[in-house]
């Protein structure tokens, strides 16, 4: 009997351990493949883990340096968030991550790819998209759609059983079974009491910020942001002058900063791309920070019908990424639109933080770019090359379509 060679997405979760021992009484050899993308985990403990279960092999892939850099970055740059308020946090690594999977596959000649991602969820077709991308003949196994697995278990109390039948060490218990996906970006937790979107999360359940009104300093605090076309190059604490200049150094502190000052918590219901709603808590504190100040700078540089269609394809490239379109024709296309505009996006801005919030207060180009912003026109103090009496035959041409529509169907109704 052949002994086929599985890669399996492990997390050292309650999910992903129970899916490997389930495996293995498939008959698999499975190789546990663990991407470090910055999330609080003690990976030799997990790795421990895999191999009492019963893992071939335990692979720790650190690629915390390229989900920043490669990922993370460029969604900064291009403003990416998802119905105008998730930063993407875990659909971003999912297509690093998946880089790392199939790396593995490749290097143990597994034939088979395997995952944890829920059959209602938007992460099975996440790194689904990611693998056939990267290796189309890769074959999936995705035990939360398979008949037998599914009959078995219901859910994660079912797990929490199974675990517990076959001495498999897990941290959820049924009376707080919410669960969490963690990376360097954000922290999210969904399912259990978070299922009924009216229930408030308990405060116990963050781990990345502060509370801000209760546990945040009261006194507000500065960052300067400096970016190069679109891209954060140095973050400079102008409370302590220290600079921070590599995208990890960056991202780090930016997220211990933005933490003690209980800034980037959201808790949301979003439309998942398999057609259900869910409700999401998230906690991105340095992404926060990073995206305000880009979106300051980006209004600041860009020229308005730019920067109306570069929000137009923002928003399509959102889209992509959350659906797992990372490695697509239409993504790559769009991100090389975005970069186009984002030539012009050079310069600094400086950030306040307080409890809960943060906001750009000032800005300005780099000596070396240009600006469109010109002090002297916009001037009320002085005419500056504007011609105030154009404005009239401005006025009077927006105003012939308004002046038509009255002639046609009466005047608008007012609330008088």
């Excluded at 060679?5 to 498939?26: E, H």
């Excluded at 009492?52 to 092999?57: H, L, R």
């Excluded at 999360?201 to 190069?228: D, G, N």
Aim: hydrophobic share 40%; with cysteine; proline share 4%.
């Amino acid at each position: 009997m052949v002994v086929e060679k599985v890669v399996l997405a492990y997390s050292g979760g309650l999910d992903t351990s129970c899916i490997l021992k389930w495996l293995l009484d498939q008959q698999y050899e499975v190789i546990c493949v663990m991407a470090d993308v910055g999330q609080k985990e003690d990976f030799e403990a997990a790795r421990q883990k895999a191999l009492k279960i019963g893992a071939k092999q335990v692979v720790v892939a650190d690629v915390k340096q390229s989900f920043v850099q490669h990922y993370i970055w460029p969604a900064i740059q291009m403003g990416l968030i998802y119905e105008e308020r998730y930063l993407l946090g875990t659909s971003l690594a999912r297509p690093c991550i998946s880089v790392a999977l199939v790396e593995a596959a490749r290097e143990h000649g597994a034939k088979y790819l395997a995952h944890g991602a829920t059959g209602k969820g938007n992460d099975q077709v996440r790194f689904e998209l990611s693998a056939y991308a990267l290796q189309p003949n890769l074959k999936i196994i995705a035990p939360w759609r398979d008949v037998e697995f599914c009959r078995r278990f219901q859910g994660r109390l079912d797990l929490i059983t199974y675990a517990k039948a076959h001495d498999i060490e897990v941290t959820a218990k049924p009376s707080t079974p919410w669960s969490t996906d963690a990376n360097i970006l954000h922290i999210s937790y969904e399912s259990g009491v978070l299922e009924d979107p009216n229930t408030v999360a308990p405060s116990s359940l963050y781990e990345l910020t502060l509370h801000p009104l209760t546990q945040a300093p009261q006194t507000s605090t500065r960052v300067c942001i400096h970016f190069e076309r679109g891209l954060p190059t140095t973050v400079k604490d102008v409370a302590s002058g220290r600079e921070y200049n590599t995208p990890l150094d960056m991202l780090t502190f930016l997220n211990e900063l933005g933490g003690k000052y209980g800034i980037g918590r959201i808790d949301i219901v979003e439309n998942r791309y398999v057609g259900l709603k869910s409700r999401g808590v998230y906690e991105t504190p340095g992404g926060t920070i990073l995206y305000a100040a880009h979106q300051d700078l980006e209004v600041f540089s860009l020229d308005r019908e730019v920067l109306r269609t570069k929000q137009l394809l923002r928003d399509r490239m959102s889209d992509y990424v959350y659906n797992g379109f990372w490695f697509s024709p239409e993504a790559l296309y769009v991100r090389r639109c975005i970069e186009l505009a984002e030539e012009q996006v050079t310069g600094q801005v400086t950030i306040e933080l307080s409890p809960g919030y943060c906001r750009a207060i000032a800005r300005k180009a780099n000596d070396s770019a240009g600006a469109l912003y010109n002090k002297q026109l916009v001037s009320m103090d002085e005419h500056g090359g504007y011609v105030p009496q154009d404005a009239g035959g401005f006025i009077a041409i927006n105003a012939v379509r308004i002046r038509e529509h009255v002639r046609a169907f009466g005047a608008y109704p007012t609330d008088k």
